[in-house]
């Protein structure tokens, strides 16, 4: 099992700046998947950002140029880099694990977060 918890939320300004984090625990392998999502009250769940194992990533559109996704394999973490904050990007942001342990037997989990509240108003 692999348990996350997220940090750094918190109210800013529309042009600020905040740094999230994702602390991983527990048996922490085969990950290939690290990833931030959002979700606001009537909306589906957005993607923000996601890295690859090899530290490939990919960004949601609304949030390219503005947010970059980085990870600390030595402190098992997850970091999600947010500037030029935009009231549109008041959400609660979740951090999420993709595990595949392999075929035999096939064996995939999904990990994910209890959320951390991201608020950006004047």
């Known amino acids: 099992q692999v348990q996350l918890v997220e940090s750094g939320g918190g109210l800013v300004q529309p042009g600020g700046s905040l740094r999230l984090s994702c602390a991983a625990s527990?048996?922490?392998?085969?990950?290939?998947?690290r990833g931030w999502y959002r979700q606001v009250p009537g909306k589906q769940r957005e993607l923000v950002a996601t890295?690859?194992?090899?530290?490939?990533?990919n960004y949601g559109d609304s949030v390219k140029g503005r947010f970059t996704i980085s990870r600390d394999n030595a402190k098992n973490t997850v970091y999600l880099q947010m500037n030029s904050l935009k009231p549109e990007d008041t959400a609660i942001y979740y951090c999420?694990?993709?595990?595949?342990?392999?075929?035999?037997?096939?064996?995939?989990?999904?990990?994910w977060g209890q959320g951390t509240q991201v608020t950006v108003s004047s």
């Open positions: 527990g048996s922490i392998s085969s990950i290939y998947l």
């Open positions: 890295i690859t194992s090899g530290g490939i990533t």
């Open positions: 999420n694990f993709k595990q595949d342990l392999g075929p035999s037997p096939r064996n995939q989990n999904d990990y």
